[in-house]
């Protein structure tokens, strides 16, 4: 599995746009890039998911860079309920192997 | 919106009993997943199950655990003989054809061994 290095900790102010990044260097060729996120006491939810090209869905954008080594996952307006863990996961099969991932915070 | 539900939210146990906890998926999913999460730590893979049978499994799911879809709607995992260290959120989760497509979670069971 494609190891992958996330920032521990980020903050931003609600209202602004957040830009959460992802180092996966070692990713290979088939692997999908996904991110889940993890509201305080829930269960992991889908954020959004690429293979080459950037991907936008309702919930965020994706921008993959052209070697494919690292990704950034972007909130185009964070409010307080995105104050989550979030993590950033290449998979070549079914099963989701979690980081520690980035727990972002949202100052008011 | 459909959802994958988890039931108990809680169960607290002793040491050596058995527990099944049991997961209803969303309908049309064919690929179905246990996770655990021990508190402050990472949401663990625990196994994959696919048209009846396991797909794949991780080294933490030994012997004492089981799964099993013992109708159309119903996920279960089985614990034989609870130890201490197996107190954690479970997570159940299902999927379309995984890779290209979401896995949706569970609120999740939390398990106290005592």
């Known amino acids: 599995d494609a190891k992958t290095t996330q920032p521990n900790s980020m903050e931003s102010n609600e209202e602004e746009p957040v830009h959460l990044p992802c180092n996966h260097s070692?990713?290979?060729?088939?692997?999908?890039i996904h991110w889940y996120r993890q509201l305080p006491s829930q269960g992991p939810e889908y954020v959004i998911h690429?293979?080459?090209s950037n991907v936008n869905n309702r919930m965020a954008s994706l921008a993959i860079a052209e070697d494919r080594k690292s990704s950034t996952l972007i909130l185009h307006r964070a409010t307080l309920r995105d104050a989550a863990v979030y993590y950033c996961?290449?998979?070549?099969?079914?099963?989701?192997?979690f980081g520690k991932g980035t727990r972002l915070h949202i100052l008011p | 919106e459909p959802e994958v539900t988890q039931t108990p939210s809680h169960q607290v146990t002793q040491m050596g009993q058995e527990v099944i906890l049991r997961c209803v998926p969303i309908s049309n999913h064919l690929y179905f997943y246990w996770y655990r999460q021990i508190l402050g730590q990472k949401v663990e893979f625990l196994v994959s199950f696919y048209n009846n049978e396991i797909s794949e499994k991780s080294e933490i799911f030994d012997d004492q655990f089981s799964v099993e879809r013992p109708d159309g709607s119903n996920f279960t995992l089985k614990i034989r003989s609870t130890k201490l260290e197996d107190s954690a959120m479970y997570f159940c989760?299902?999927?379309?054809?995984?890779?290209?497509?979401?896995?949706?979670f569970g609120p999740g069971t939390r398990l106290t061994v005592l």
């Open positions: 690429g293979l080459t």
């Open positions: 996961i290449p998979i070549r099969d079914d099963k989701i192997i």
């Open positions: 070692t990713i290979s060729g088939t692997d999908y």
């Open positions: 989760a299902s999927g379309k054809v995984p890779l290209y497509n979401e896995q949706f």
